[in-house]
């Protein structure tokens, strides 16, 4: 393995040695993560607090939402073990997703007003900025607190079948913890397998046919902590800024192409609704297992492609994000018009 580039094989590459951090900070994730979620589906346990269906939704039956509750103790668990020798942004970020996970876990049991959500998620991408400071200055870490707001809103917005939210934190922040290693920043690569170790132990639960539901006490700070990696990673030089954004792209193209949509058309953007592209595919037939299975390809495919396109020029690395524009424009075309025949389909006959 002396040859081999850094990006397929990290440890064959001799940058950085692992540390047994690396390997003890997903397996406690893991196993917290499992136990807290497993308690948290237990009808006899004080998070058992139920996700009732509406027209809105894509299930049928009460399901408990607190899974977040379980993803983010093995965050927690991953963040105790790493805090000895962690970097102070790593620790901000851990400490900003549990912020905002007490946040959504009270709006999961009391539902909070959308402007007190908000000034929350901008007061806590505020103080990670401040922690941070990029180095390209402040007018840049303005778009940053908006991004950060914008990661954390869209995965909500895109957590709402099973097995989905899920795999989009174990696939995105596997793919951040793979980079990292490759990059030589263990920290960051212990941080990101915790959190990617701390899903997989929800998924277990979360995977159709689900027993619980995520909620914003998960989805939420799993979307703040994307991006703050994310940043982290391109201040320490691990990767470009497009990196993240490629490996989050599913997420980021569905909720900002729908979002749009819908303020085009004049609706309330915060209020839940079943256009995203996703739930189109569920409710066209795919059901929550195929198109969880569909979206993990492309998850796949995403992070793979971005792993592989950091060694490229500027120049191929241009042609690559070109060519996964067009990738989401077909795919969308393509359910979109399929849609469209369902609808009609479905349409009361004369």
């Known amino acids: 393995w002396a040859g081999a580039p850094a990006w397929i094989w990290p440890m064959a590459c001799g940058r950085r040695s692992m540390g047994p951090e690396l390997l003890l900070v997903p397996a406690v994730a893991f196993a917290v993560a499992?136990?807290?979620?497993w308690l948290c589906c237990r009808p006899g346990s004080w998070l058992h607090f139920l996700d009732q269906p509406n027209e809105r939704s894509l299930h049928v039956k009460p399901t408990p939402r607190t899974g977040?509750?379980?993803v983010m103790a093995g965050v927690l668990a991953a963040g105790l073990v790493l805090a000895p020798g962690a970097a102070p942004t790593l620790l901000a970020a851990v400490g900003g997703g549990l912020a905002l996970a007490?946040?959504?876990?009270?709006?999961?049991?009391?539902?909070l007003s959308a402007r007190w959500r908000l000034v929350a998620q901008l007061l806590v991408a505020a103080v990670f900025l401040a922690l941070l400071r990029p180095a390209a200055g402040w007018a840049f870490g303005l778009l940053c607190v908006v991004?950060?707001?914008?990661?954390?809103?869209?995965?909500?917005f895109m957590d709402g079948s099973d097995g989905l939210a899920g795999g989009m934190a174990l696939f995105g922040f596997g793919t951040l913890a793979w980079a990292a290693l490759a990059a030589g920043q263990p920290g960051l690569a212990a941080l990101?397998?915790?959190?990617?170790?701390?899903?997989?132990g929800f998924l277990c639960f979360n995977f159709h046919p689900a027993r619980i539901f995520m909620g914003d006490s998960g989805s939420v700070p799993l979307g703040f902590m994307a991006g703050a990696?994310?940043?982290?990673?391109?201040?320490?030089?691990?990767?470009?800024?497009?990196?993240?954004?490629?490996?989050?792209?599913?997420?980021?193209?569905?909720?900002?192409?729908?979002?749009?949509r819908r303020a085009l058309r004049g609706e309330k953007i915060w209020q839940a609704h079943r256009t995203h592209y996703y739930q189109r595919l569920v409710r066209m037939g795919f059901g929550h297992r195929g198109t969880a299975l569909a979206a993990y390809a492309l998850m796949a495919a995403a992070g793979g492609s971005a792993v592989a396109g950091l060694p490229l020029g500027f120049s191929l690395q241009c042609v690559m994000i070109t060519m996964w524009i067009f990738v989401y424009m077909i795919l969308g075309w393509l359910i979109d018009r399929a849609w469209r025949r369902f609808e009609a389909a479905e349409a009361p006959r004369p």
């Open 147 to 156: 991004g950060l707001v914008w990661m954390a809103n869209l995965y909500n």
């Open 102 to 111: 007490a946040v959504g876990l009270v709006d999961d049991r009391r539902s």
């Open 34 to 37: 499992w136990a807290v979620t």
């Open 229 to 260: 990696l994310g940043l982290a990673g391109h201040e320490a030089g691990s990767w470009p800024l497009w990196f993240p954004l490629l490996v989050f792209s599913p997420f980021i193209a569905d909720a900002t192409v729908t979002l749009l």
């Open 68 to 70: 977040g509750v379980g």
């Open 192 to 200: 990101g397998a915790g959190i990617a170790a701390a899903a997989l």
